[in-house]
């Protein structure tokens, strides 16, 4: 289900002129001699600034990404701008500080990426070129048209292909529907958890193990046990039981037709049974 988009925030209302008088004398100051205090005090002033930039930025993004740590980001870009900015320049401090908040925003998002940016490219490279066919003939690509959309051999396109299935990342606890209650229902709550055991499949198995076991001897049944249960290999099992790999297949030769003769006799009792029932 798609989320609902965020509404842009605009910064806090204009200031007022004695409000930015009052800023431009702590800029003055602060470019003669830069100390922590007013360096704080241009922080604070410019701090909507940055909670803006990182809001629309945030938009665009999953939700598990914070939008705090966003602003985090963008509070080193605000204070890299306040140390570089020039005043004689005739150039508004808002105007000069917000690439530089969205740069730093952008650098942390980046960092926060596992998958290499060439990666990303080439992703982006093989969706363009297919919804760009997509477009055109009303239908998916095949592996060849693909190729030729984006103007490569056969090497290269496997290469891209196989970058562009790099393994995504999500977080657990991101939003996978709302529901009528205060209650969000999330990722890890629709997680199917495929090493928890079913115990009628449990039952079912330890059942047809003693089925099929019945009647076998020692080393027979641990054949069987080894081979279909532990999945190991006839030569590993010759070596746990000290016997030959060919011995080993002769034996497991043989339980299959005496197992597959008895299967036989019951499936003909089971169907007499059921007739005259």
């Known amino acids: 289900m798609a989320r609902a988009r965020r509404p842009h925030r605009?910064?806090?209302?204009?200031p007022t002129p004695e409000q930015l008088e009052a800023i431009r004398e702590v800029w003055v100051e602060y470019k003669q001699g830069p100390n922590e205090p007013q360096r704080n005090q241009?922080?604070?002033?410019?701090?909507?600034?940055?909670?803006?930039?990182a809001e629309r930025i945030h938009t665009k993004l999953p939700d598990e990404v914070d939008v705090e740590d966003l602003m985090s980001a963008g509070i080193f870009g605000l204070m890299d701008a306040?140390?570089?900015?020039?005043?004689?320049?005739?150039?508004k401090?808002?105007?000069?500080?917000a690439?530089?908040?969205?740069?730093?925003?952008?650098d942390e998002l980046r960092s926060m990426d596992w998958v290499p940016r060439l990666v990303r490219s080439r992703t982006s490279q093989v969706n363009q070129a297919r919804d760009r066919f997509?477009?055109?003939h009303g239908r998916k690509p095949t592996d060849d048209e693909l190729r030729e959309g984006i103007g490569v051999d056969n090497e290269e396109y496997s290469k891209i292909r196989k970058d562009a299935g790099a393994t995504q990342t999500v977080s657990l606890s991101r939003k996978w529907y709302e529901t009528d209650s205060n209650k969000d229902v999330r990722e890890i709550d629709v997680?199917?958890?495929?090493r928890q055991a079913n115990p009628l499949t449990a039952v079912q198995k330890r059942d047809l193990k003693d089925l099929i076991t019945r009647g076998l001897n020692r080393a027979e049944r641990l054949i069987v046990i080894l081979y279909y249960y532990?999945?190991?290999?006839?030569?590993?099992?010759?070596?746990t039981l000290d016997l030959s790999e060919s011995r080993v297949s002769q034996m497991h030769s043989s339980i299959l037709a005496r197992l597959k003769a008895q299967l036989q006799h019951r499936t003909k009792e089971l169907s007499e049974a059921n007739a005259a029932g």
């Open 10 to 14: 605009q910064p806090t209302r204009k």
């Open 134 to 136: 997509e477009k055109e």
């Open 42 to 53: 241009l922080m604070e002033f410019y701090l909507p600034l940055v909670k803006y930039n």
């Open 99 to 106: 690439p530089r908040i969205r740069g730093a925003i952008l």
């Open 93 to 97: 401090f808002e105007t000069y500080c």
């Open 230 to 239: 532990e999945e190991m290999t006839m030569k590993e099992i010759g070596t």
């Open 82 to 91: 306040i140390d570089a900015f020039d005043m004689e320049r005739g150039v």
């Open 191 to 194: 997680l199917r958890d495929t």
